[in-house]
């Protein structure tokens, strides 16, 4: 079966670093997603990493290992606006669904 | 422009009720899913569709039924709700089944008494 693990809870400071890691289970492995959700939205696609390696995107980067079956989310200079939930997800090579992860909340304080 | 949207946004039913769920994307793409996000924000899938054919059935009750008239509508169908199925339903979409962006909805929040 597949599954992901994350932390559920984080909190860091205003202009501070963080990192969101996630390892995950799968029998069959495409790529590791990351989407974020504020309260009240919808989940917003964040990044995407098919092979090992790190990806960034302004202020969020995020990295994969494949022979560790692992990745994260880092988050620079972090602003309240950042505080939401943020998920990590696979794909099922066989059935073409998308799998999530039970969703880190990310509490930024002042 | 709204990339997909639904309706309604906020839905309160009584138990035993039918009720429909529509969603429709301007994107252009061949793939439409729907997710149920249950309170502790745990989001799972519970069907996909692909140039309106149906491709995911993610082992959901059969009272849940989805529609594809065309590949940019994607509704889903509730008969005889129960308290259990109060939760956000998602509607998403991607430019196809490989694809791995998907673009969600706003959510229509269901709520059964």
């Known amino acids: 079966g597949q599954s992901l693990e994350q932390p559920s809870e984080v909190t860091a400071v205003e202009g501070a670093i963080v990192q969101i890691n996630c390892t995950y289970q799968t029998s069959g492995f495409y790529g590791l997603s990351w989407y974020q959700q504020h309260d009240g939205g919808a989940p917003t696609f964040l990044s995407y990493?098919?092979?090992?390696g790190l990806e960034e995107t302004g202020r969020f980067s995020s990295f994969l290992s494949r022979s560790d079956s692992y990745g994260y989310l880092l988050l620079q200079e972090l602003q309240m606006k950042d505080s939401a939930s943020y998920f990590c997800a696979v794909r099922d090579t066989g059935g073409f669904k998308t799998i999530f992860g039970a969703g880190t909340r990310l509490f930024v304080k002042a | 422009d709204t990339a997909v949207s639904q309706t309604p946004k906020y839905l309160v039913t009584q138990m035993g009720n039918d009720k429909s769920i529509k969603c429709e994307q301007n994107l252009g793409h061949d793939t439409m899913y729907w997710y149920k996000q249950d309170s502790k924000k745990f989001l799972k899938i519970m069907f996909s569709y692909n140039n309106k054919e149906l491709i995911i059935n993610e082992t959901v009750p059969n009272r849940f039924s989805p529609k594809s008239p065309d590949k940019a509508h994607l509704n889903l169908h509730i008969n005889s709700l129960e308290l259990g199925d109060s939760a956000v339903y998602f509607c998403?979409?991607?430019?196809?089944?490989?694809?791995?962006?998907?673009?969600f909805g706003p959510g229509t929040r269901l709520l059964v008494l």
């Open positions: 990493n098919a092979l090992d």
């Open positions: 998403a979409s991607s430019q196809d089944l490989t694809q791995e962006t998907q673009y």
